[in-house]
């Protein structure tokens, strides 16, 4: 069997505060980017929101203030160093960010990632699915999770891309959660599933779940990397961000779903793993391969 070996890292990003300009927050990227390239690394993940705090946590009813939280242009103005640093390296990655975007006469906003080749070309795009949370101000909560308010539902579906040698899929934090997420990309091909997320520990509706926020992180995603023979790379937004404690557990998963390195910490931290695209044949080939063993005929509701 060939083998197709890269050297990805899960650059987990401690937590940006609302103060933190962007130049800030870039420079700890880059400062990651570089760690990740020395020690070997041709990709990198950086998590969900990348370049600013959690914003759907707060109540913002100014459109400008909301607004300040959505790059238009990406690479742009606030952008451009990252993707410079990047290619001068020869270091693909992906990134996460608010989308602020004009189609067709309306403005739509996603919560978006992107999928930069090491040339420095964005090459793949994704726009949130499963956006949680909720879509009014609900005072009661210790803080907000207005994705549903704040976001558009993501336009693009699961699509894959030509990518590091293989094929790739992205997705976003709550994402994760939902098997069909990883069956769609599994069923286009997927090897390897790059996600971000920023996960709150606390969870208003049923904080008797709070002390199992890190398994169930872990738990779907091992699932999801298990089920169909991908490689998964995860990067948290941890530590305490604007008052609220977020997880991390960052980590790369193998397709036979175990964690092959995980983040120790709650900062920026580079989370790096041998990779080989080949060894998604493992379980392709045999306990999952859709096409001898699985029966959609009999899966009805889930394509209903
Ligand atoms: N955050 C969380 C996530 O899915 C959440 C929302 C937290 C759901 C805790 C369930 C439990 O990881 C985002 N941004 O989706």
């Known amino acids: 069997m060939t083998a197709r070996r890269l050297v990805v890292a899960a650059a987990q990003l401690g937590p940006v505060q609302p103060e933190d300009g962007r130049e800030r927050t870039v420079g700890r990227l880059i400062a990651l980017l570089r760690e990740a390239h020395r020690r070997g690394a041709t990709f990198v993940v950086f998590p969900e929101l990348a370049l600013t705090t959690f914003f759907p946590r707060r109540f913002i009813e100014d459109e400008r203030e909301l607004d300040a939280f959505y ?3 990406v690479p742009g103005p606030d952008t451009r160093e990252l993707f410079e640093a990047a290619a001068a390296l020869g270091v693909a990655f992906y990134l996460g960010f608010a989308e602020r975007v004009e189609e067709a006469g309306h403005v739509r906003r996603f919560n978006t990632s ?8 964005v090459v793949g795009r994704y726009r949130k699915v499963h956006l949680p949370g909720h879509a009014d101000h609900e005072p009661w909560r210790p803080f907000q999770h207005l994705e549903k308010r704040y976001f558009d539902h993501g336009n693009l579906g699961f699509p894959v891309f030509d990518a590091l040698g293989g094929t790739v899929g992205m997705c976003l934090c709550n994402d994760r959660r939902w098997p069909e997420t990883f069956r769609v990309l599994g069923l ?3 090897e390897l599933v790059a996600l971000g997320y920023n996960t709150p520990r606390h969870y208003p509706l049923a904080p008797e779940h709070d002390r199992l926020q890190d398994f169930h992180n872990h738990l779907c995603m091992q699932a999801g990397a298990y089920a169909n023979g991908c490689w998964v790379v995860a990067s948290a937004k941890a530590g305490i961000e604007d008052g609220c404690e977020l997880i991390g557990g960052s980590c790369v998963i193998a397709p036979t779903g175990e964690i092959v390195a995980q983040a120790q910490g709650l900062g920026d931290e580079v989370v790096l793993a041998d990779v080989d695209l080949e060894r998604c044949r493992e379980i392709r080939d045999n306990i999952f391969d859709f096409a001898t063993h699985r029966r959609p005929g009999d899966y009805g509701p889930l394509s209903d």
């Open 188 to 190: 286009r091909g997927a």
């Open 114 to 121: 992107i999928l930069v080749d090491e040339r420095g070309a």
């Open 71 to 73: 790059e238009s242009s």
